[in-house]
């Protein structure tokens, strides 16, 4: 208990003075609650004025106080005297302005020596900025407790001494260990680093320690059962007000499964990689701005170009008549997300013109965008310079093998007339006249003969055109017919009425009917039937041949077509690959069925208007 004597205390008009100056809240108070002294800091904040507090309690004065805040006040008064000891109250002030004061007061009773209650001293300040801090602070640690608990990423908040402060909930479930679990006394001290990271730890608190920042970066960590997993982290320091280092922050974040994708993602395209270096396949990728992004090594190869001479500049290789084709493909691949497939050509360094026959494929990203277009091509300058020196061959021997028929076929005509010229010079008029009615057929059919085997070896420009395929038909049999005769193979040709002319090129389709026919033919051993017919279905031209050959194996329908394959022992196996290409070239069908030792049925259908084969 302090005591104070009466003579001890200053004169009242000094003590005012003296305490007016003061920045701080001083008012003096009898224990009824009457006011003996009050500063200005005070009067202002209760907003009382000058003069009129001297011997007047709170409710007596005009004051900014609320009733409840002087019930308050007088309470805490009361609580003092009571205690006889300073007791500490906080004041909440309404200012007129709206303002809330905050003070902090400290109520001290002061007694005379005979312990006499005699005056209660209130001191304080205003701490509403101070109050306000607080306020802040608490809602910052309040929100940190939140993100602490709220991330999925494991956070860990180490001291200087790298003694574990906190470490939140995600940190306990990536890591298996509990908060506890890294108290100092505990035996079994958590070790989170793999031994082989510990330098490398210690290097990035090294430099946390003298200030520097450390990049976020990814390394591996160890779960309480000794699996390795990868992480990404950050590493923070914590600093105080002044700067000075007070620990730091660890943020990880377990990044196994982004990790395994990106191993399996460059472990693929590794793999893509290298099968795009070594084929021999032209492979290149394009953005859809139509930028070159990869040529394969394969390129520099074909085109006899060296590493690096090409590159971005490939699209000025391709033959200008093929540009337009090309990027007309690669526009609609793009915008339909389809592949594409098409030829061109592109400049071989020596002058040379590569034809490729290319396929382009869009690549999708998961949102269904195209990000590239990979194309893959082939140089089949070769294969088609084959496949055309195969037709010019089955061309030859089929003509071989018609030469051999045609010989013997005009053989018997000449020697009839040659009889019948050495008959002419004793004949009389009547007899020669008869005679060379007889020559003159004959000459004729020599004629016709030797005219088709013209028609089929001459080469002809290619050109479509409206054809009547009953002529052709009777053409193509008169031209075998002494091989069927010779065989005792009768022909039968059963034709519809009105059948519309075919568009295509009659040399070709000459050539088709030959070949089958003469397939038909040499199918038979024994005397038999060949029948054919021809009829109409929609637009198209039907035409059928069915022979009582040996038939055809199941397995082999499949197949037919394929290049050199042959039963015969004198086959080429060519004629039916030159058939399907000629159907082809005609956007037309051709169809086998086949009975083992019964016979083979082929039927074509042709159109009778021009179609678009691409
Ligand atoms: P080639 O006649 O030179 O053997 P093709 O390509 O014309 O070549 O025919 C290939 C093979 O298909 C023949 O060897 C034969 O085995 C079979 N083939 C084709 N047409 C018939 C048919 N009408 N009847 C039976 N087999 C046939
Ligand atoms: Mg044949």
């Given at each position: 208990m302090k005591v104070i004597s009466q003579d001890e205390l200053p004169a009242v008009a000094t003590l005012k003075e003296m305490i007016d100056v003061?920045?701080?809240?001083?008012?003096?108070?009898?224990?009824?609650?009457?006011?003996?002294?009050?500063?200005?800091?005070?009067?202002?904040?209760?907003?009382?004025?000058?003069?009129?507090?001297?011997?007047?309690?709170?409710?007596?004065?005009?004051?900014?106080?609320?009733?409840?805040?002087?019930?308050?006040?007088?309470?805490?008064?009361?609580?003092?005297?009571?205690?006889?000891?300073?007791?500490?109250?906080?004041?909440?002030?309404?200012?007129?302005?709206?303002?809330?004061?905050?003070?902090?007061l400290i109520k001290q009773p002061t007694f005379t020596k005979d312990g006499k209650p005699q005056v209660l001293v209130i001191t304080g300040r205003d701490i509403t900025s101070h109050k306000q801090k607080e306020?802040?602070?608490?809602?910052?640690?309040?929100?940190?407790?939140?993100?602490?608990?709220?991330?999925?990423?494991?956070?860990?908040?180490?001291?200087?001494?790298?003694?574990?402060?906190?470490?939140?909930?995600?940190?306990?479930?990536?890591?298996?260990?509990?908060?506890?679990?890294?108290?100092?006394?505990?035996?079994?001290?958590?070790?989170?680093?793999?031994?082989?990271?510990?330098?490398?730890?210690?290097?990035?608190?090294?430099?946390?320690?003298?200030?520097?920042?450390?990049?976020?970066?990814?390394?591996?960590?160890?779960?309480?059962?000794?699996?390795?997993?990868?992480?990404?982290?950050?590493?923070?320091?914590?600093?105080?007000?002044?700067?000075?280092?007070?620990?730091?922050?660890?943020?990880?974040?377990?990044?196994?499964s982004q990790k395994k994708v990106e191993r399996a993602l460059r472990e693929s395209e590794a793999k893509y990689r290298l099968i795009a270096e070594h084929s021999t396949d032209l492979i290149t990728v394009i953005d859809p701005s139509g930028i070159i992004q990869y040529v394969s090594p394969s390129h520099f190869m074909v085109l006899g170009?060296?590493?690096?001479?090409?590159?971005?500049?490939?699209?000025?290789?391709?033959?200008?008549?093929?540009?337009?084709?090309?990027?007309?493909?690669?526009?609609?691949?793009?915008?339909?997300?389809?592949?594409?497939?098409?030829?061109?050509?592109?400049?071989?360094?020596?002058?040379?013109?590569?034809?490729?026959?290319?396929?382009?494929?869009?690549?999708?990203?998961?949102?269904?965008?195209?990000?590239?277009?990979?194309?893959?091509?082939?140089?089949?300058?070769?294969?088609k310079q084959t496949e055309e020196l195969m037709l010019k061959s089955e061309k030859l021997s089929v003509l071989g093998e018609l030469a051999a028929g045609v010989a013997h076929e005009i053989r018997n005509p000449l020697t009839s007339l040659k009889g019948f010229t050495k008959l002419l010079t004793d004949a009389d008029d009547v007899?020669?006249?008869?005679?060379?009615?007889?020559?003159?057929?004959?000459?004729?059919?020599?004629?016709?003969?030797?005219?088709?085997?013209?028609?089929?070896?001459?080469?002809?420009?290619?050109?479509?055109?409206?054809?009547?395929i009953q002529e052709l038909i009777y053409s193509v049999v008169r031209l075998l017919e002494t091989q069927a005769i010779m065989r005792n193979i009768q022909i039968w040709v059963n034709i519809a009425p009105n059948i519309p002319l075919v568009y295509g090129v009659e040399n070709q389709l000459k050539q088709l009917f030959i070949n089958l026919l003469k397939n038909a033919i040499e199918s038979m051993d024994k005397d038999g039937e060949i029948h054919i017919r021809i009829g109409t279905r929609d637009d198209a031209v039907v035409l059928e041949l069915k022979d009582q050959g040996c038939g055809i194996?199941?397995?082999?329908?499949?197949?037919?077509?394929?290049?050199?394959?042959?039963?015969?022992?004198?086959?080429?196996?060519?004629?039916?690959?030159?058939?399907?290409?000629?159907?082809?070239e005609h956007g037309g069908a051709i169809q086998f069925?086949?009975?083992?030792?019964?016979?083979?049925?082929v039927e074509i259908e042709l159109p009778t208007a021009p179609v678009s084969t691409k």
């Amino acid at each position: 208990m302090k005591v104070i004597s009466q003579d001890e205390l200053p004169a009242v008009a000094t003590l005012k003075e003296m305490i007016d100056v003061l920045p701080e809240f001083v008012c003096l108070r009898y224990p009824d609650g009457t006011w003996a002294e009050a500063n200005r800091f005070a009067l202002n904040i209760y907003g009382i004025y000058e003069n009129d507090y001297k011997g007047k309690s709170l409710e007596e004065m005009q004051t900014r106080l609320s009733e409840e805040a002087i019930e308050r006040c007088n309470l805490s008064d009361k609580r003092a005297w009571e205690s006889g000891k300073p007791i500490k109250t906080a004041e909440k002030i309404h200012m007129k302005s709206g303002r809330v004061v905050m003070l902090e007061l400290i109520k001290q009773p002061t007694f005379t020596k005979d312990g006499k209650p005699q005056v209660l001293v209130i001191t304080g300040r205003d701490i509403t900025s101070h109050k306000q801090k607080e306020e802040e602070l608490s809602v910052a640690l309040d929100l940190l407790e939140s993100v602490l608990k709220g991330t999925t990423d494991a956070i860990l908040i180490l001291n200087t001494r790298q003694e574990v402060i906190k470490v939140n909930d995600a940190f306990i479930q990536m890591f298996g260990w509990a908060e506890e679990d890294f108290d100092e006394e505990n035996e079994e001290y958590p070790v989170i680093t793999p031994l082989h990271l510990q330098g490398e730890s210690k290097e990035i608190i090294d430099l946390l320690k003298k200030g520097q920042s450390v990049p976020l970066h990814e390394t591996q960590r160890i779960h309480k059962d000794g699996t390795v997993f990868d992480v990404s982290a950050s590493f923070s320091n914590i600093c105080d007000m002044d700067g000075k280092i007070m620990g730091f922050v660890i943020v990880y974040r377990d990044i196994t499964s982004q990790k395994k994708v990106e191993r399996a993602l460059r472990e693929s395209e590794a793999k893509y990689r290298l099968i795009a270096e070594h084929s021999t396949d032209l492979i290149t990728v394009i953005d859809p701005s139509g930028i070159i992004q990869y040529v394969s090594p394969s390129h520099f190869m074909v085109l006899g170009y060296k590493e690096g001479e090409i590159k971005g500049a490939i699209l000025d290789l391709v033959h200008p008549d093929d540009m337009e084709d090309l990027s007309e493909h690669f526009m609609r691949s793009l915008v339909k997300k389809e592949p594409f497939e098409t030829e061109f050509r592109l400049l071989h360094k020596n002058g040379d013109w590569i034809l490729l026959e290319t396929r382009g494929v869009p690549v999708m990203t998961k949102e269904g965008h195209v990000e590239s277009l990979v194309t893959f091509a082939r140089d089949v300058t070769k294969a088609k310079q084959t496949e055309e020196l195969m037709l010019k061959s089955e061309k030859l021997s089929v003509l071989g093998e018609l030469a051999a028929g045609v010989a013997h076929e005009i053989r018997n005509p000449l020697t009839s007339l040659k009889g019948f010229t050495k008959l002419l010079t004793d004949a009389d008029d009547v007899i020669r006249l008869e005679y060379l009615r007889i020559m003159e057929s004959e000459l004729n059919r020599i004629n016709d003969i030797v005219g088709e085997l013209m028609l089929v070896a001459k080469p002809q420009a290619v050109s479509f055109e409206h054809t009547n395929i009953q002529e052709l038909i009777y053409s193509v049999v008169r031209l075998l017919e002494t091989q069927a005769i010779m065989r005792n193979i009768q022909i039968w040709v059963n034709i519809a009425p009105n059948i519309p002319l075919v568009y295509g090129v009659e040399n070709q389709l000459k050539q088709l009917f030959i070949n089958l026919l003469k397939n038909a033919i040499e199918s038979m051993d024994k005397d038999g039937e060949i029948h054919i017919r021809i009829g109409t279905r929609d637009d198209a031209v039907v035409l059928e041949l069915k022979d009582q050959g040996c038939g055809i194996p199941a397995e082999r329908l499949k197949t037919l077509g394929e290049p050199f394959y042959t039963t015969k022992e004198k086959g080429t196996g060519l004629g039916l690959m030159v058939c399907f290409k000629i159907i082809e070239e005609h956007g037309g069908a051709i169809q086998f069925s086949s009975v083992e030792n019964e016979g083979t049925r082929v039927e074509i259908e042709l159109p009778t208007a021009p179609v678009s084969t691409k």
